[in-house]
């Protein structure tokens, strides 16, 4: 079994709004199994993250990938999203890592990931910020106060 080539060119990407609905009914399939969503936003975690999310830096990511790998599979997630802040460059660099880790298992765990997708958040935590920050339903730990100072700065 040949292991194929991950790049940014074969990443799925998910709307925020998709995947504030597949929360509604748990999975992108409709299933009834948990979602995975892994932030590796660094120092830039604080002000809030999608809720449930697993926070796994981008600076020390490639050393956790044996621990992310033990949650995924604790989970039985089928859905598996990715993000940081923009979800541009350490949102689909961990995403690739992460399908390479996957592909380097043996071929018994990889079978565990055969009706697994993996995502990456389109628009990362800002996007999700904007449009979901202040549901709780889907967001914890949001700081407004926080990303209007954020915006304030990004404008200037």
Known sequence: MSNPINSLDTLKFVEPTDLKSWFQKSSNTGEDSKIAVVDVRDNDFEGGHIKGALN????TFNESLPELHKKVKETDAKDIVFHCMSSKNRGTRTTIAY?????????????????????????????????FGKDKQVTEDFDEDLWRKIEEEQNK
Do not use: C
């Open 56 to 59: 796994f830096p981008s600076e």
């Open 99 to 131: 399908l390479d880790f996957i592909n380097s298992l043996p071929e018994s765990e990889r079978k565990l990931y055969e009706s697994k997708n993996v995502w990456v958040l389109k628009g990362g935590f800002v996007q999700w910020q904007k449009d």
